[in-house]
């Protein structure tokens, strides 16, 4: 069985990175290993982050098309998106619902990887 996963993203400087996901999106710092790759967890969530170069070209496919790199299924979508547009408006997507059952909103790191936090409509 599976028991854990976590995505980990390539980012320009860890501790800039490390800094931005406390402040802005909430999550705690669960380890830094040898300044290179940390670990940082919110509720049941978790992403690794190790400095290392990342394809520009990339990064700018999946920002124009809309491409996640993350999806965190979430309990209060919309208080959620309410903390992060209080803390980091500018990176932060409208709440939208969606036709396939998802209330949900994306926000855009530092390093361009975009997170979908996504909550099931009940009916």
């Known amino acids: 069985s599976i028991e854990f996963v976590a995505p980990q993203l ?6 800039v990175s490390i800094a931005w996901y406390e402040q802005e999106l909430g999550f705690r710092t669960e380890f830094v290993y040898e ?8 509720g049941g969530a978790t992403l690794h982050l190790k400095c290392a170069p990342k394809t520009l070209a990339d990064r700018r496919h999946r920002s124009e098309g809309e491409h996640l790199d993350a ?4 309990k209060g979508v919309e208080e959620l998106h309410a903390e992060f547009r209080e803390r980091s408006a500018n990176r932060v997507g409208d709440l ?13 790191d530092l390093d361009g990887y975009r997170l979908c936090f996504s909550e099931p409509v009940t009916p």
């Open 71 to 74: 999806f965190f299924e979430v």
């Open 35 to 42: 300044g290179f790759y940390a670990a940082l967890s919110r």
């Open 96 to 108: 939208a619902e969606r036709p396939w059952g998802t209330r949900d909103f994306t926000v855009e």
């Open 10 to 15: 390539l980012v320009d400087d860890l501790s």
